[in-house]
C-alpha cells in the first residue's frame, strides 16, 4: 500500500523551540508539498519541492523552512516556534507530470505553547 | 495565482437524496482535483480529472475547462458520505510541479 508518512500525529512544543515536521513517500514521487490547515482558512500551500535540493515558496512561506536531501524525505522547520504556527499540517507528494498520483500523510497537529 | 470558489459551504440533506457540490477557478488549468476529509483529518484523493466526466461509484465529477467549472455529484447518498468535498486546482497555471490552491471546502452532512 503506497503511503506518505509523517512522523508525529500530536506534537506539542514551546514558543521559540526549533521544530522539525518529517514526510517520507515510498511511491518515487518527484513532488513533494507542505500544506497548513486552519478553520476557515482551509487549507494553504507553504513550500513544495519538485527534485532533490529543489524548493519553491508557496503562499505561506514566512517563519518556515524547508530540506530536501533525498527523493523520499522532505523537512518542515520553523526556526523559532510561535502560536500562530499552531496548526494542522499536511505533507503530501505526487509525480511531476501533471501532479498525477497525488497522495496525502495524514497529518501532524501542532499545538505551539 | 489561482482563485478557487466553492458552494455550497454547508449542506444538509437526507439520505437518498442527490447531492451537488460546485466549485469555479479562475485561470486556465491542467486538471482539477476533488479531495474528500474525514473527521480527524486524513484526506483522499477522489478524483483529478482535465476534461469531460469521470465516475466512480455513486459520485460522479465533471468539468467545463471553457467555463473554468466543475461539479461533484453524489447519487442515493448515504450518512457514510457525511464529510468534507475539496475542490483544488494547480496553484498556478500549467505544470505539475505545482502545488495545489484549495476552494474552503463543502461541509456536508447526509441524514438518515
Known amino acids: 500500500d503506497v503511503k506518505v508518512t509523517q512522523s508525529s500525529r500530536y506534537l506539542v512544543k514551546r514558543t521559540g523551540e526549533k521544530v522539525f515536521l518529517e514526510c517520507v513517500q515510498d511511491?518515487?514521487?518527484?513532488?513533494m508539498f507542505w500544506y497548513r490547515q486552519d478553520p476557515g482558512l482551509g487549507l494553504r500551500l507553504i513550500y513544495f519541492?519538485?527534485?532533490?535540493?529543489?524548493?519553491e515558496k508557496g503562499d505561506i512561506p514566512e517563519g518556515y523552512s524547508v530540506s530536501r536531501e533525498k527523493k523520499e524525505r522532505f523537512s518542515l522547520i520553523l526556526e523559532s516556534a510561535s502560536t500562530n504556527q499552531t496548526s494542522m499540517y499536511l505533507c503530501?507528494?505526487?509525480?511531476?507530470?501533471?501532479?498525477?498520483?497525488?497522495?496525502f500523510g495524514s497529518g501532524t497537529r501542532l499545538t505551539v505553547v | 495565482k489561482n482563485e478557487v470558489e466553492q458552494s455550497p459551504q454547508n449542506l444538509t440533506a437526507q439520505e437518498g437524496e442527490f447531492i451537488t457540490i460546485n466549485c469555479s477557478y479562475s485561470?486556465?488549468?491542467?486538471?482539477l482535483h476533488w479531495l474528500q476529509q474525514h473527521p480527524g483529518g486524513g484526506i483522499v484523493s477522489l478524483f483529478m480529472?482535465?476534461?469531460g466526466k469521470k465516475k466512480h461509484g455513486r459520485l460522479i465529477a465533471t468539468i467545463n475547462i471553457q467555463e473554468k467549472h466543475s461539479s461533484l455529484h453524489i447519487t442515493a447518498s448515504h450518512p457514510r458520505d457525511s464529510a468534507v468535498y475539496i475542490c483544488?486546482?494547480?496553484?498556478?497555471?500549467?505544470?505539475?510541479?505545482?502545488?495545489?490552491?484549495f476552494g474552503k471546502g463543502t461541509h456536508l452532512i447526509i441524514q438518515p
Open positions: 519541492s519538485y527534485d532533490v535540493k529543489m524548493k
Open positions: 480529472l482535465s476534461s
Open positions: 503530501a507528494s505526487s509525480f511531476r507530470r501533471q501532479g498525477l498520483g497525488y497522495t
Open positions: 483544488a486546482v494547480p496553484y498556478r497555471s500549467g505544470g505539475g510541479a505545482d502545488g495545489l490552491t
Open positions: 485561470v486556465g488549468i491542467s486538471a
Open positions: 511511491m518515487d514521487h518527484e513532488n
